[in-house]
């Protein structure tokens, strides 16, 4: 069983641009969540996919949008960056009983 | 004031000790509680998951819930030089796969050989 992967690793940005990263869920996981997490603070939550449905999101502006894709991988897309906007990214999984397993991320730096 | 608060640390303690962590919160809706081991520059790995109130023992580790009190604890035994890492608490109000978790800013544990 493969865990949650995330791409790219890292990468840099300016600021204004758009980026898109991608996270494949660990299989017979059919929920995605996105958390921000930035340096020296816990993950905070971006929204949470289900069914391919964004099912809640956190305190995060519309400029921040996500798709979940039929085989339950997803997309977590950020326009117009902000400096502010440099953090990890990291996108969890859960199967029905709720425990959340965590990708490795993708750092994220705004110039 | 934040949902969750959590001492931020550095914890520094020498091997073979036993080490406490904690974290209080105000939202009495919280009814889910994990622990969370976070390595530098990796993501968090869930260590424990609980629901309400109680103990739950794991090997060396231990999460305890005090839902009257609003704090939970995450006890390690036998601390190693490998447990150095980040250690996150995170809450939630509901169980099952739709669950939005909570976290603490995390508390720095280094154990020294």
């Known amino acids: 069983e493969t865990g949650v992967t995330q791409s790219p690793t890292h990468l840099i940005k300016t600021r204004g641009q758009q980026v898109t990263l991608r996270c494949s869920s660990q299989s017979g996981h059919n929920t995605v969540s996105w958390y921000q997490q930035a340096l020296g603070q816990g993950p905070q939550f971006i929204f949470q996919y289900y069914r391919e449905e964004e099912n809640g999101r956190g305190n995060f502006p519309p400029r921040f949008s996500g798709l979940q894709f039929p085989n339950y991988s997803s997309e977590l897309n950020v326009n117009a960056l902000e400096l502010d906007d440099s953090a990890l990214y990291l996108c969890?999984?859960?199967?029905?009983?709720?425990?959340?397993?965590f990708g490795p991320g993708t750092r994220l730096t705004v110039t | 004031q934040k949902e969750v608060e959590q001492d931020p640390g550095p914890l520094s303690v020498p091997e073979g000790a036993i080490v406490s962590l904690n974290c209080t919160y105000s939202?009495?809706?919280?009814?889910?509680f994990m622990w969370y081991r976070q390595y530098s520059r990796k993501g968090p790995e869930l260590l424990m998951y609980?629901?309400?109130?109680g103990n739950k023992e794991d090997g060396r580790f231990t999460a305890q819930v005090d839902k009257s009190s609003k704090y939970i604890s995450l006890f390690i035994r036998d601390s190693q030089p490998s447990d150095s890492a980040t250690y996150l608490c995170?809450?939630?109000?509901?169980?099952?796969?739709?669950?939005?978790?909570?976290f603490g800013t995390g508390t720095l544990l280094a154990v020294q050989p």
């Open positions: 609980t629901y309400s109130s």
């Open positions: 939202n009495s809706a919280f009814q889910y």
């Open positions: 969890a999984s859960s199967p029905y009983s709720g425990e959340q397993y």
């Open positions: 995170a809450m939630s109000e509901n169980g099952g796969a739709t669950n939005k978790l909570i």
